[in-house]
Nanobody, 121 residues
Framework: VQLQASGGGLVQAGGSLRLSCAAS????????IGWFRQAPGKEREWVSC????????FYADSVKGRFAISRDTAENTVHLQMNSLKPEDTAVYYCAADPGVCSDYLGQRYWGRGTLVTVSS
């Protein structure tokens, strides 16, 4: 099983980025994909999640209305569209997979490497 996160970069405040989490060796129908982030000097926090079985989506209050999580079935990839970015969104973003429903539990079964998002003011 491998999760490959990509799409990070440097963007000005108010801009957009789309992160991708490509899954191999994993049937996304049976796993929920979550996005987490860790800012410098802070603990890792949950951002968003998509349930594999029914497509339900969930968001942290801090990103609700600005971020959108979606799945590309053909590519076996989950995207995180991030709009109206703020400097406080600066962090390393990680995707993770866990069987069943979404949770903010840091003990997810599989983790990808992070991708850095930097939002300048």
């Amino acid at each position: 099983v491998q999760l490959q996160a990509s799409g990070g970069g440097l963007v000005q405040a108010g801009g957009s980025l789309r992160l991708s989490c490509a899954a191999s060796g994993l049937n996304l129908d049976y796993y929920s994909i979550g996005w987490f982030r860790q800012a410098p000097g802070k603990e890792r926090e949950w951002v968003s999640c998509r349930v594999g079985s029914d497509g339900s989506t969930f968001y942290a209050d801090s990103v609700k209305g600005r971020f959108a999580i979606s799945r590309d079935t053909a590519e076996n990839t989950v995207h995180l569209q991030m709009n109206s970015l703020k400097p406080e969104d600066t962090a390393v973003y990680y995707c993770a997979a866990d069987p069943g429903v979404c949770s903010d539990y840091l003990g997810q079964r599989y983790w990808g490497r992070g991708t850095l998002v930097t939002v300048s003011s």
